[in-house]
């Protein structure tokens, strides 16, 4: 085996096997059917063109949030993060959201970040959402470590499910204090954020499954900052 690819197999994290999240669809405030499924190490140069364009906002801190997802998501198709996962919203098979994540122990889920670029019609939330089923509920675990980039984010998550904060330790995204989502936390806070329907009718999956559409960036730019105070 040459050297480079030696380096290479230990530089690579080892994987975990992960079950994968069962995919489900969300009707929106417009009446739009959202799908929301997981994705692939190969989808990701197509989420980096979704994602680039967010770097040059600075309205609601897209800009980092941005940069840290691109980064994440790189890291991952580059195999230098170990255990993560990517769930996408699509419309008709448009991308109109991205939330991503990682398995930090079998016990503990690190949850990094959420991307709306449809904005107005709670997309990020019911992202948000998703993730933490799929942490607390597919790959069973005890709680979700979350913390918060902006004002918007802090709302939706530390406030509207009621976190419990985590006192003397750091998230991995570091920042502020951050909250834990418990099992019981969820149970609670489930009935009221998060929805959607299984299975997904097969023309609705075909269609999400078939091609990941991502708008031009004047397009997504204007998404994103012709909504105000909303994910």
């Not at 997802?69 to 098979?93: I, P, S, T």
């Not at 107005?120 to 942490?135: S, T």
């Not at 959607?196 to 990941?212: D, F, T």
Request: net charge neutral.
């Amino acid at each position: 085996m040459p050297m480079d690819m030696e380096l290479e197999a230990l530089l690579r994290p080892p994987a975990s096997q992960m079950p994968t999240y069962p995919p489900k669809w969300i009707t929106l405030a417009t009446g739009a059917k959202m799908v929301v499924r997981q994705l692939e190490r190969g989808d990701v140069p197509t989420l980096l063109n979704a994602v680039r364009p967010t770097m040059k906002v600075a309205r609601d801190y897209y800009d980092i949030v941005g940069a840290r997802l691109y980064a994440e998501l790189l890291g991952w198709y580059r195999y230098r993060v170990k255990d993560h996962y990517c769930l996408a919203g699509q419309v008709n098979g448009a991308l109109v959201g991205i939330v991503n994540g990682r398995m930090y122990t079998p016990e503990i889920g690190m949850s990094y970040h959420t991307l709306a670029i449809d904005r107005g019609l709670r997309v990020g939330a019911h992202l948000f959402a998703a993730k933490m089923e799929y942490h607390l509920e597919y790959l069973g675990q005890e709680e979700v470590w979350i913390t918060a980039e902006s004002p918007i984010g802090f709302r939706r998550w530390m406030i509207e499910y009621g976190l419990e904060l985590k006192e003397g330790m750091q998230h991995e995204l570091g920042g502020a204090s951050f909250y834990s989502l418990t099992k019981a936390i969820w149970h609670e806070a489930k009935p009221r954020l998060c929805v959607g329907s299984r299975p997904v009718p097969r023309e609705l999956l075909a269609k999400a499954e078939l091609e990941i559409r991502v708008a031009d960036e004047g397009h997504i730019l204007d998404k994103i900052l012709g909504v105000k105070g909303g994910d």
